[in-house]
């Protein structure tokens, strides 16, 4: 298994552009989030998904747009760039709800300028 | 709102020396607590997660405990190396995590 993979792994972009970060599990995981990574600060839920088709917004939904069209894939969408959204984003899933590790991709770092 | 604390930000030990790393968190109704770590510039890796009902989990020289009505985590590991320098995350929650800031530790060797 590839386990969670995350492209690209670097990005830099402009203020305004929009672009999609991807995210892909093989482990026929329901759950799958996204979660945002600045200095200093614990990771940020952005959005999350208990199925396909079924999303719902974390603590930071801002500025951000998911879907979930199948069980494997769950693209974070950033629909207009600014500087604030100049961090490190993790993509995760697990199995069930509880009592289930989770297993996070190794990143995508992001770069507004 | 959960808020999870991870005291101290940063440790310094030399090889050899037992870790102990801190968690405290505010709403004691959470169904897991996992730690985490993170190497520089890598995803995370889960080391342990402690179900709600549990008191502690061990795995070779990491043992975490659980305090719920305290609100609180410590995670211990035994004769540290400096393999084992990285940053420990402390997380609460089922599917959506509310996650400390982190200890960054470094071994000496």
């Known amino acids: 298994n590839a386990g969670v993979t995350q492209t690209p792994k670097f990005q830099v972009l402009k203020t305004g552009q929009s672009m999609t970060l991807q995210c892909a599990q093989d482990?026929?995981?329901?759950?799958m989030s996204w979660y945002r990574q600045d200095p200093g600060m614990g990771l940020r839920l952005i959005h999350y998904?208990?199925?396909?088709?079924?999303?719902d917004q974390g603590e930071v939904p801002n500025g951000y747009n998911v879907s979930r069209s199948t069980t494997e894939d769950f693209p974070l969408r950033l629909l207009s760039a600014a500087p604030s959204q100049t961090s490190v984003y993790f993509c995760?899933?697990?199995?069930?709800?509880?009592?289930?590790?989770?297993?996070f991709g190794p990143g995508t770092r992001l770069l507004v300028l | 709102k959960q808020e999870v604390t991870q005291i101290p930000a940063a440790l310094s030990v030399p090889e050899g020396e037992n870790l102990v790393l801190n968690c405290s968190f505010t709403d004691s109704a959470i169904y897991n607590l996992q730690w985490f770590r993170q190497d520089p510039g890598k995803g995370l890796t889960s080391l342990l997660l402690?179900?709600?009902?549990?008191r502690e989990q061990t795995s070779g020289r990491l043992n975490a405990s659980l305090d719920k009505s305290s609100g609180r985590s410590t995670l211990y590991i035994a004769a540290s190396q400096p393999g084992d320098s990285a940053t420990y995350l402390c997380?609460?929650?089922?599917?959506?995590?509310?996650f400390g800031a982190g200890t960054t530790v470094t071994v000496r060797a």
């Open positions: 997380a609460v929650g089922d599917y959506k995590l509310s």
């Open positions: 402690i179900q709600s009902s549990q």
């Open positions: 998904s208990v199925g396909a088709g079924i999303t």
């Open positions: 482990m026929n995981h329901e759950y």
């Open positions: 995760a899933s697990s199995f069930g709800r509880a009592q289930e590790t989770q297993y």
